[in-house]
């Protein structure tokens, strides 16, 4: 329970020393309970301020939707790009469908109609946690991994705005103009009335501007020189 909720002891946070419980293999009524948990647990811990620990439990999120090949369990100390696999494969334990109830064709509807609802829900939760992988990323400097989980998101869901819009801040941050911009107009297209791509995209069109001006002022100023 300490670890769960990141209280400390002795100076030290408990969870650094005492993993939260492994919900890989459990049903998967459980399992969906323990990561709509850790998607909570995300936020709060980003809105605090603490984007190592929140990345840590976005990272655990991917790992208990996926399979990872050889993971059996999980380790925060494994590269975090792993936990961005392509092709995303999905748990098996989560996918498991439930005997029917009944027999009949009634009962096969409703556990196929089960089987589908858990499966968008472990889509949503695996993009949200992917998501959050990126924003964690870009507060912690970790760029390359801020972009790998935005184009993960894009490769799976196109239309996914806030994907863009975070692509667009990592490749600003390395001044990736040009690609910055072309995110953004992908995200503008997307949702026109996005207000932080439409910012985004005028702060940095100024700038590009500016630089541009600049360059064409040295350039002016060496031909001078040269006479």
Request: aromatic fraction near 4%; charge should be positive; include cysteine.
């Amino acid at each position: 329970a300490c670890a769960a909720a990141g209280r400390s002891l002795v100076g030290l946070r408990v969870d650094a020393i005492a993993a939260p419980p492994d919900k890989r293999h459990a049903p998967p009524a459980e399992q969906l309970t323990h990561l709509r948990g850790l998607r909570r647990r995300v936020v709060a811990l980003f809105g605090a301020g603490e984007g190592s620990h929140a990345l840590r439990k976005a990272l655990r999120s991917l790992w208990v939707l996926q399979e990872l090949g050889a993971k059996p369990t999980f380790n925060p100390e494994t590269n975090a790009e792993e936990f961005l696999a392509a092709p995303r494969e999905w748990c098996r334990a989560l996918l498991a469908a439930p005997p029917p109830s009944a027999p009949g064709a009634e009962a096969a509807v409703a556990v196929a109609a089960e089987g589908a609802a858990r499966r968008e829900e472990m889509e949503g939760l695996w993009r949200e946690a992917a998501l959050a992988v990126a924003a964690c990323a870009l507060t912690l400097g970790r760029i390359d991994l801020a972009q790998l989980a935005c184009r993960r998101v894009i490769a799976e869901e196109a239309g996914c705005v806030d994907a863009h819009v975070r692509l667009a801040h990592a490749l600003y941050s390395e001044r990736d103009l040009d690609g910055a911009l072309a995110a953004l107009r992908q995200a503008v297209v997307l949702r026109p009335g996005h207000r932080e791509a439409r910012a985004l995209h005028g702060e940095i069109a100024t700038l590009r501007k500016v630089l541009k001006e600049e360059e064409r002022r040295r350039r002016a100023a060496s031909r001078g020189f040269l006479g």
